[in-house]
């Protein structure tokens, strides 16, 4: 008797983390599809939860909404820095989180709909992506690879760079996004004041390669993506939220759904 009343609060914050994270999964998809207006009740269904469930986590939808953002960033962002440990040099691992960050906006369509959406929120300085900038930025003062005298002044380049360029390679398609990417990632360094010759060495630097990329997105995936569906499928509640293929392939690039030939409902 003592072992289960021991056990029941663990299993009791297990089954709110599991719905807490489907209600992020449906959240991200939703926003990713650009149905920003979707009613609560349909973000609850997607995640099979009840609306009681809803609200024992969240007051509203923007509330939902602004905490899928964080979460989707901040797992973003501890991928970069995992793929920077290794790098001695803080302003090389703030032009490789940039330039892998620039990549996302052609290779995880839903990440880059999410931030382009609520791109300001990526500004906040004790959050997310915009947290690592600045720690990055400090270290690469301190050791003299930045000149830089106001670092919230350095924030605004460097956020309004990497949204302005993330809307660039949506608008134009046919842009080479890679190479674009490291343009920008170049210019920025000049303005925190790197010197040209360096700027454009460190943005030649060979970027982890996408196997290992792949396999820390696999490992920030799992526990947070729901079961396996039909035919390989993985989504929100083993359901698809969209027939359309680019929020299938949207939602590919957050975990949410790996669909094989599962038919997804329609939502409106």
Same mark, same amino acid.
Do not use: W
């Given at each position: ?158 956020? *309004? !760079?990497?949204?302005?360029? =993330? &809307?660039? $390679?949506? /608008?134009? #398609?046919?842009?080479?996004?890679? @190479? ?51 035919? *390989? !499928?993985?989504?929100?509640? =083993? &359901?698809? $939220?969209? /027939?359309? #293929?680019?929020?299938?392939?949207? @939602? ?17």
């Amino acid at each position: 008797m003592a072992q289960r009343s021991t056990d029941a609060p663990s299993r009791q914050e297990r089954r709110k983390a599991r719905t807490r994270a489907a209600l992020m999964q449906a959240a991200q998809t939703v926003i990713a599809a650009g149905r920003l207006n979707a009613p609560i009740l349909e973000i609850t269904q997607a995640a099979d939860v009840g609306m009681g469930s809803f609200y024992n986590h969240f007051d509203s939808r923007e509330q939902l909404f602004q905490a899928a953002l964080e979460d989707a960033l901040e797992r973003h962002g501890t991928r970069l820095d995992e793929l920077s440990a290794g790098l001695d040099d803080p302003a090389h691992a703030f032009a490789q989180s940039f330039r892998l960050t620039g990549r996302i906006h052609r290779r995880e369509p839903a990440l880059s709909q999410l931030m382009l959406t609520y791109g300001l929120a990526m500004a906040a300085p004790d959050k997310g992506l915009a947290r690592r900038a600045r720690r990055d930025i400090d270290h690469a003062v301190r050791a003299g690879r930045f000149s830089v005298r106001d670092t919230d002044l350095a924030m605004v380049m460097v956020v *309004g !760079a990497g949204l302005c360029l =993330g &809307r660039l $390679l949506r /608008d134009q #398609p046919e842009r080479d996004g890679d @190479a674009s990417t490291d343009h920008v990632a170049q210019v920025v360094l000049r303005m925190l004041g790197m010197p040209d010759d360096d700027a454009s060495e460190i943005c030649q630097h060979p970027l982890p390669g996408r196997a290992e990329r792949a396999a820390h997105v696999e490992g920030h995936h799992q526990g947070l993506t729901p079961p396996m569906g039909a035919a *390989g !499928a993985r989504c929100v509640s =083993g &359901r698809c $939220l969209s /027939d359309s #293929p680019h929020v299938e392939v949207a @939602a590919q690039g957050l975990g949410i759904c790996r669909r094989g030939d599962l038919s997804p409902p329609r939502l409106g």
